[in-house]
């Protein structure tokens, strides 16, 4: 079957650096993706993976391995705004181009 | 530009009624999936139309059904509501099949009592 496993909370400080994982496994891989969501509001799409390395945007960094099927969202400079659900995500290939979302990482920033 | 729109924002429902919900996708999306997040969970697949058709199907009860139309807006129909039919049902939009960087509307937080 295909699943995807990441930490439920992770906490940290303003100005810290947090790091989410999320390992995979699916039939087939068409890359990562990385969502964040606001106390149930609408998803937000923040970064996606489909080869091997890191992609910036900002403060928010995204890492693949596809041989251990392995990524990561790296979040720096993090502000008491970040506090949210974190959602890696995987193409289901048995559905057209649906998602499939992992448990999502509940992330509590502090001053 | 306007985002996804969805409606109702919340709903409250008796066991065993029925309920539409509907998506209206950003200009030019073509693509409209839903899903189902119930609370602490990630979204779940429901289903997925591109160019009208049907283009995906999640693991959910054939009470659970859907359509898009001619202008890409979408409903999502469910029959017989069950008390874990309960849920944040999330439609997101698409300018292709896509597959990443979907952008979901708000949801309609439907309550079945």
């Known amino acids: 079957g295909q699943s995807l496993e990441q930490p439920s909370e992770v906490t940290a400080v303003e100005g810290a650096i947090v790091q989410i994982n999320c390992t995979y496994q699916?039939?087939?891989?068409?890359?990562l993706s990385w969502y964040q969501q606001h106390d149930g509001g609408a998803p937000t799409f923040l970064s996606y993976n489909a080869l091997d390395g890191l992609e910036e945007t900002g403060r928010f960094s995204s890492f693949l391995s596809r041989s251990d099927s392995y990524g990561y969202l790296l979040l720096q400079e993090l502000q008491m705004k970040d506090s949210a659900s974190y959602f890696c995500?995987?193409?289901?290939?048995?559905?057209?181009?649906?998602?499939?979302f992992g448990k999502g990482t509940t992330l509590s920033v502090s001053s | 530009d306007a985002g996804v729109t969805q409606s109702p924002t919340h709903l409250i429902k008796t066991r065993g009624q029925h309920v539409t919900l509907r998506c209206s996708p950003i200009s030019g999306h073509k693509s409209v999936s839903w899903y189902q997040q119930v609370l602490g969970q990630g979204p779940q697949f429901i289903f997925q139309?591109?160019?009208?058709?049907?283009?995906g199907r999640g693991n959910f009860p054939d009470r659970f059904s859907a359509r898009q139309f001619p202008n890409y807006s979408s409903e999502l129909n469910v029959n017989a509501l069950l008390l874990g039919d309960s849920a944040l049902y999330l439609c997101a939009s698409s300018s292709g099949q896509g597959g990443y960087g979907y952008t979901f509307g708000s949801g309609t937080r439907l309550t079945v009592v």
């Open positions: 699916t039939s087939g891989f068409y890359g």
């Open positions: 995500a995987v193409r289901d290939g048995q559905a057209g181009t649906a998602l499939i």
């Open positions: 139309y591109y160019e009208k058709e049907e283009r």
